[in-house]
């Protein structure tokens, strides 16, 4: 099964208009905190860059958690990346994203016909629709020749305003045909 792609620009879509959010630095925390789900900075092996802990009963809380000692940008990433988890791949119970791969403990049927490198591209998709959405960027890009995008002023002014990396960025121009890398 492919990336859900068409599906996960629509959540985005949806959730940007429910919050009225039209330009970045898209609130991250603030939609998280929508949902009800408890935001947690912690501090925890280099290795793990973020973990969400789902909770089914009426009155505990989901956590999704970013390592506290990362750079506030990677936070936020990890932080929409979790949440993409969240809204994408019901059946995980706790997800852990480490630098070497996710671990997911979940409650899936055998049958699920998603792998967990799929869940693992989708959450990433997720988080750069969510933080940089392609119809902000094509405005703050009006006008903007594209031959000067590869002068890392640009970029990293560009990377500041939306509270992203630098390479989160530049990779999300090239999957949107801004840029070759
Ligand atoms: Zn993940």
Redesign the pocket.
Known sequence: MAVRRKLIREMVEALLAKHRISHGAVPVEKIVESYGIKLSLDEVDDELS?FLVREPGKNKRSVIGANKAHHPHRQRFTIA??L??FLLHKGEMV?L?QGRG?LAINLRNEQSSRGEDQ??RE??LFAAELLMPAIFLAKDLEGVSLDILGDSGVLDRLAKKYKVSTQALTFRLANLGYIQL
């Open positions: 973020g990346h979790e993409g988890h997800h994203d996710a869940d693992e959450a990433n």
